[in-house]
């Protein structure tokens, strides 16, 4: 899959079948679009593109408005998504700097400038609730009848549901907002995770408890950075981590703001492996770019008195994590767990 920053590049394909929007998450209704497009691509011998952007056109608009709390949370970062776009099978992604200038493009402007001029656009999938250009004063219907006049076919995908609820990125949200994890699986067709390069931290998880894993003592902890402050998911939860030695590794992570020790609003996903493998040494999973499954919440993030007080709660969520395994892998317990761990794509 290739990816652009914007759509002046001379690697661009000069046609495409194109759909548009944020895609945070790439759940199974964006599964859903993505599929059909992918078959209206290769019907009409044309690549298929997604058009998105960043950032999220609402986080643009609430630091303009000056009013933080309108901008969404936010599921995934750029790598994720587009990781999950590439397993869709999508050719080429588009991303654009949601800025002033994008901002102030007209309907007609946008239409003209960015689908016809800028990707040669033949084919263009949009969903039910598609708004565009500015003051969103651009719909379907304004679509539809800028294809019809200038031979670009246009279509309408509508809501995707399962079990009778929409699928959306807002209910995805809610569901990691709830810490409802088993909702989250259903509604993106797969686990939660987030995925990123291990960076260095303070160290100070080393020095933490009286326990010693394989490698390092107390609580030694992956560090990954969060880019985004206003993570969709937030707390304490029961992980699997792939990308190590080549195992899946349990374990407990932290993803918020660490109140006790930090609270600076730097945002990070801290991840203790219930065992380290040993080949791997003190410094092996330094720069390793690695996944985490966020698999079950066991609390909510909390400010502390001391160290002392935080490294009991630690202990607490390790022995509660390998309770969560131990039930995984119970007689039919742990076909559940490779059901919601594996689940197929739509």
Request: aromatic share 6%; with cysteine; net charge positive.
């Amino acid at each position: 899959m290739q990816v652009f920053r914007g759509f002046h590049h001379p690697g661009i394909a000069s046609a495409c079948a194109l759909t548009i929007g944020n895609f945070d998450g790439v759940h199974r209704g964006h599964q859903a679009m993505l599929a059909l497009l992918k078959s209206e691509a290769e019907h009409r011998g044309l690549p298929s593109c997604v058009m998105s952007f960043e950032p999220h056109p609402r986080d643009y608009f609430a630091a303009k408005l000056g009013k933080p709390e309108l901008a969404p949370a936010r599921i995934a970062l750029l790598r994720d998504k587009l990781s999950e776009l590439e397993r869709c099978g999508i050719d080429q992604v588009i991303v654009l700097r949601f800025d002033a200038a994008l901002a102030a493009l007209s309907a007609q402007d946008f239409i003209q400038q960015v689908l016809v001029q800028g990707l040669g656009s033949k084919y263009v999938l949009v969903g039910d609730d598609f708004r565009f250009g500015a003051k969103r004063l651009g719909d379907y219907a304004t679509l539809d009848a800028a294809g019809r006049a200038q031979g670009f076919d246009v279509a309408r995908m509508m809501s995707y549901e399962v079990h009778g609820l929409r699928v959306s990125s807002s209910a995805v949200r809610e569901a990691l907002a709830a810490g409802d994890m088993a909702a989250a699986t259903r509604l993106l067709g797969r686990p939660y995770a987030i995925s990123g390069h291990v960076v260095h931290g303070a160290k100070l998880g080393r020095s933490l408890g009286e326990s010693a894993p394989a490698a390092g003592d107390g609580f030694r902890t992956l560090n990954l950075r969060f880019t985004h402050d206003k993570p969709a998911a937030h707390g304490i939860f029961a992980v699997r981590v792939h990308g190590l030695a080549g195992q899946v590794l349990d374990g407990v992570a932290s993803l918020g703001v660490r109140p006790t020790v930090e609270d600076a609003g730097r945002v990070l996903l801290e991840v203790h492996c219930l065992d380290w493998p040993a080949e791997l040494g003190a410094a092996g999973g330094y720069g390793k770019l690695v996944r985490v499954e966020l698999l079950h919440k066991l609390r909510d993030e909390a400010r502390y008195d001391g160290l002392a007080t935080l490294t009991a709660a630690i202990a607490q969520d390790v022995r509660d994590a390998r309770t969560f395994f131990a039930g995984a892998q119970a007689p039919g317990a742990h076909a559940a767990l490779r059901r919601q761990t594996t689940r197929d794509r739509i």
